[in-house]
């Protein structure tokens, strides 16, 4: 029985289906397998966490190795990058769309060394773009959230629907792991505001350095920060209100597309501040979706560690990256991959003849 859970009081109302639960009977025979494999029982410490995760998501246990792993970049510029918040200009995200279609970019190669394959969505870029991807492109550059709004209303409903379609897409075409990535200069601070406003935290204390600015952009993001809050705040309890006046194209269609994934019962590795925004905003739309995410890393950019501690997530790396494209979620997907090679292929106690722990140790030390 799917119970909607419905948002705003406007007509075409974005809904999202009860978010599935992941499997408990794969969770609980993962665990139990752990103890037979052979090693002594805990060994591999997160690694045998991971492994149990993604047997839950998969439904399966052992689980298997992801086959189609897919990365989304979702791109578009921000009205606020023209007022000092960025160390780059907005020409930059255009000119990295066609790096990422080149192929030069961190995530063509962080994917071409893990398998995983990368598909780019201009949702606001401000240039022309190829139709490949400008198909749900809502408009060019998203407003200055510090003194408009970044959509209008029917740019918010057009951009998170377009999150949720490609993730339908590619669930659909067979990927069974999603990677989000994200790309626009200045995205840091819309990603800054979503964060300040839904988990309590003052400005500075969520403010960053993005892209590299010195001290005097600093204080320029600062104050852009707090004027957008002064407007996002009027709006906390309507999340899909809160995307129109404070996120941009890009993040709306991020929160989307996490929140599809996990309707769609598709686990997600997500990557730094900007898709951690975008998965505090799909968590209020679509509770519970953020069991079927895993954090990647954990952003050098200080709202990355609020975003997690928020969704109560625990990051696989923390490599002191603060790039963004799905870059530190590409870079944890090998450890992911080994967990879940560990638990399906290594051998039990019983298969390689190998003795098990004495009484004492299989009981001690977790009873
Ligand atoms: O994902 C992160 O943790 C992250 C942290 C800092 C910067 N970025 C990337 O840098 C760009 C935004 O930085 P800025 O300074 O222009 O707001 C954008 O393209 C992001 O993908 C990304
Ligand atoms: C060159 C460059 C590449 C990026 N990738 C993600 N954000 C970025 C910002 C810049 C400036």
Request: hydrophobic fraction near 45%.
């Given at each position: 029985m799917d119970t909607e859970v419905r948002l705003s009081t406007d007509q075409n109302e974005i809904s999202f289906p009860t978010v599935p639960t992941p499997d408990e009977q794969a969770r609980r025979q993962a665990v139990a397998r752990h103890e037979q494999l052979t090693k002594p029982a805990g060994s591999l410490g997160r690694l045998e966490e991971l492994g149990v995760w993604v047997a839950a998501r998969q439904g399966l246990c052992p689980p298997r190795p992801f086959a189609r792993p897919r990365v989304?970049?979702?791109?578009?510029?921000?009205?606020?990058?023209?007022?000092?918040?960025?160390?780059?200009?907005?020409?930059?995200?255009?000119?990295?769309?066609a790096n990422f279609l080149a192929g030069g970019a961190a995530v063509n190669v962080l994917a071409t060394n893990t398998g995983a394959t990368v598909r780019v969505v201009d949702?606001?870029?401000?240039?022309?773009?190829?139709?490949?991807?400008?198909?749900?492109?809502?408009?060019?550059?998203?407003?200055?959230?510090?003194?408009?709004?970044?959509?209008?209303?029917?740019?918010?409903?057009?951009?998170?629907?377009?999150?949720?379609?490609?993730?339908?897409?590619?669930?659909?075409?067979?990927?069974?792991?999603?990677?989000?990535?994200?790309?626009?200069?200045?995205?840091?601070?819309?990603?800054?505001?979503?964060?300040?406003?839904?988990?309590?935290?003052?400005?500075?204390?969520?403010?960053?350095?993005?892209?590299?600015?010195?001290?005097?952009?600093?204080?320029?993001?600062?104050?852009?920060?707090?004027?957008?809050?002064?407007?996002?705040?009027?709006?906390?309890?309507?999340?899909?209100?809160?995307?129109?006046?404070?996120?941009?194209?890009?993040?709306?269609?991020?929160?989307?597309?996490?929140?599809?994934?996990?309707?769609?019962?598709?686990?997600?590795?997500?990557?730094?501040?900007?898709?951690?925004?975008?998965?505090?905003?799909?968590?209020?739309?679509?509770?519970?979706?953020?069991?079927?995410w895993l954090a990647g890393h954990r952003s050098a950019e200080p709202g990355g560690p609020l975003v997690l501690e928020h969704l109560d997530l625990t990051p696989v790396l923390d490599l002191q990256m603060r790039l963004g494209e799905g870059s530190g979620a590409l870079t944890a997907l090998p450890i992911l991959t080994a967990a879940t090679r560990v638990l399906g292929e290594m051998a039990t106690f019983a298969e390689a003849g190998v003795g098990g722990p004495t009484e004492a140790e299989a009981t001690g030390p977790r009873s």
């Open positions: 989304v970049v979702f791109a578009g510029d921000h009205g606020v990058a023209g007022h000092g918040v960025s160390a780059y200009p907005s020409e930059v995200t255009g000119q990295m769309v949702m606001a870029v401000n240039a022309d773009t190829p139709p490949v991807v400008s198909a749900h492109k809502v408009r060019r550059a998203s407003g200055s959230i510090d003194r408009e709004d970044a959509l209008t209303d029917a740019e918010v409903r057009a951009a998170i629907n377009a999150g949720r379609t490609i993730a339908d897409e590619e669930i659909d075409s067979g990927a069974d792991l999603l990677i989000a990535g994200d790309m626009g200069i200045g995205n840091t601070t819309p990603a800054a505001v979503l964060i300040s406003a839904l988990t309590g935290t003052e400005p500075v204390a969520v403010v960053g350095r993005g892209t590299g600015i010195d001290d005097n952009a600093w204080m320029r993001k600062t104050a852009a920060i707090r004027d957008a809050l002064r407007r996002a705040r009027k709006v906390l309890d309507d999340p899909v209100a809160l995307l129109r006046t404070s996120s941009g194209a890009d993040i709306a269609a991020l929160t989307g597309f996490l929140a599809q994934a996990a309707v769609r019962r598709t686990p997600v590795l997500l990557d730094g501040v900007v898709v951690g925004a975008a998965a505090l905003v799909a968590e209020e739309i679509a509770p519970g979706a953020r069991q079927w």
